[in-house]
């Protein structure tokens, strides 16, 4: 007997468990062999167009814990502003990428281009980010934020622009550490928490 749609709930969130880097990173959960490379290595290949840059950082749990099960995805755009698939986009430049934070320190790596400022739907600029979700223990829904560059113009962006409490635009600024080096951690609560999106 088939039971009716209409009385199936909804089952409960789970947090990003130990089967998730299995499931999408499994060289890096130690386990090489599943695919001739894992989903998302790198962002860019070689001759990739525009400024390499790297972004290394942590994130933080409540407790100012830096977690080390944290795995990321990110998109972004070339280094003029153009995703895949659009006219005269970089083939070299993919623009997604999926990484975890490293076993023993937290710490995560993003080496990938600089990416150009994009014009969005409504015919606005957007000033070069990257757009990141994260995964890990405790999260029960993946989390969406952006990365913006310090030295970058960011006063027109206008998803910026929405942040009611000014002094939070800062936890999605990148900080430049050293030439084509920025430094970005993220808080999921607390001081200084990071700004997540609805998205």
Known sequence: MVQKLGTLTETASQTGGPYVHIGCIPTFAGL????????????IADGAKGEV???????YDGTGWAMRDAMFE????DGAGRY????????AVNGFCRFAADKDSGEFTLR????????GHDGRMM???????????????????????????????????????RPRVDTLIAKRIAAGQYRFDIRLQGP????????
């Open 127 to 165: 000033a070069p980010h990257i757009s990141v979700w994260i995964v890990a223990r405790g999260i029960n829904i993946g989390l969406h934020s952006r990365i913006y560059f310090e030295d970058e113009d960011n006063s027109a962006d206008p998803l910026l622009a929405r942040i009611e409490q």
């Open 32 to 43: 090489p062999g599943v695919y001739p490379e894992d989903l998302g290595l790198s962002p």
């Open 74 to 77: 990110s998109w972004q755009a």
């Open 192 to 199: 200084g928490e990071t700004v997540f999106l609805d998205i």
């Open 84 to 91: 895949p698939g659009q006219p005269g986009a970089d083939p």
């Open 53 to 59: 840059i790297t972004i290394t950082g942590s994130i």
């Open 112 to 119: 990938t281009v600089k990416p150009g400022a994009v014009m």
